[in-house]
């Protein structure tokens, strides 16, 4: 069965810190991947996408993900961490084989330090 | 205005009572979704809507009803709330079952 997984509940950086969200997926073929943010009190958004072509896909406010299929994993990076990235993170994946599946991981709440 | 409205935004209800949660979209979409997330579990889908004549259960259908009165409206009913229901409620639309969905705000729904 398709699943997504996000290892890390919480994550805590300092400000100005580099980052990396891990998320692993199960799915037989190539996956649609995302990654959303959800700020507190508000519904998600979106960071980037990934469908096809170069594995290296950027996003909105400074972020990157990297699909690896190798690995099943498709991380999100930043390479300098602000206050205001303060949110929690989901990864979902679309699987459109067989009954129609958008799936959310668990997500990753991240803490930026001062 | 937003694309995605939800109302009410926050609901405090009784057990037993029926409760509906209301989305429109201007965004023009068919596609349609409720999700409801709770802490740890991240978001699971609770029903979704191709179009108006089309509605499947998600996930977690049980005990929820819904209705699509037209391309920009889809309703979420509890026909009788238990707490366990207690949780955060989105909707969000699609232009294409792979592509972005864009969320509304949320209803905080608390039964007692």
């Known amino acids: 069965a398709q699943s997504v997984t996000q290892p890390d509940i919480h994550i805590t950086v300092s400000e100005g810190a580099s980052l990396e969200l891990r998320c692993n997926y199960s799915?037989?073929?190539?996956?649609?991947l995302f990654w959303y943010v959800q700020s507190p009190g508000q519904g998600l958004q979106l960071l980037l996408k990934y469908f096809s072509g170069d594995t290296l896909v950027q996003g909105i406010k400074g972020f990157e993900a990297e699909f690896k299929r190798s690995q099943s994993s498709f991380n999100l990076r930043k390479p300098s961490v602000h206050w205001s990235d303060a949110a929690e993170y989901f990864c979902?994946?679309?699987?459109?084989?067989?009954?129609?599946?958008?799936?959310f991981g668990t997500g990753t709440r991240l803490k930026v330090l001062a | 205005d937003a694309d995605v409205t939800q109302t009410p935004r926050n609901r405090i209800t009784k057990t037993g009572k029926r409760i509906m949660l209301e989305c429109s979209q201007t965004?023009?979409?068919?596609?349609m979704y409720w999700y409801r997330q709770d802490p740890g579990l991240g978001l699971r889908l609770i029903y979704y809507?191709?179009?108006?004549?089309?509605?499947n259960k998600g996930e977690i259908s049980d005990g929820y009803s819904v209705s699509r009165q037209a391309q920009a409206k889809f309703s979420l009913s509890l026909e009788s709330a238990i707490p366990n229901q207690t949780a955060l409620y989105f909707c969000a639309t699609s232009e294409m079952v792979t592509s972005e969905q864009f969320f509304g705000p949320g209803t905080r729904l608390t039964v007692l």
């Open positions: 799915y037989g073929a190539t996956p649609y």
């Open positions: 979902a994946v679309v699987s459109t084989s067989g009954t129609y599946k958008y799936i």
């Open positions: 809507s191709f179009d108006v004549k089309d509605i």
């Open positions: 965004k023009g979409h068919d596609r």
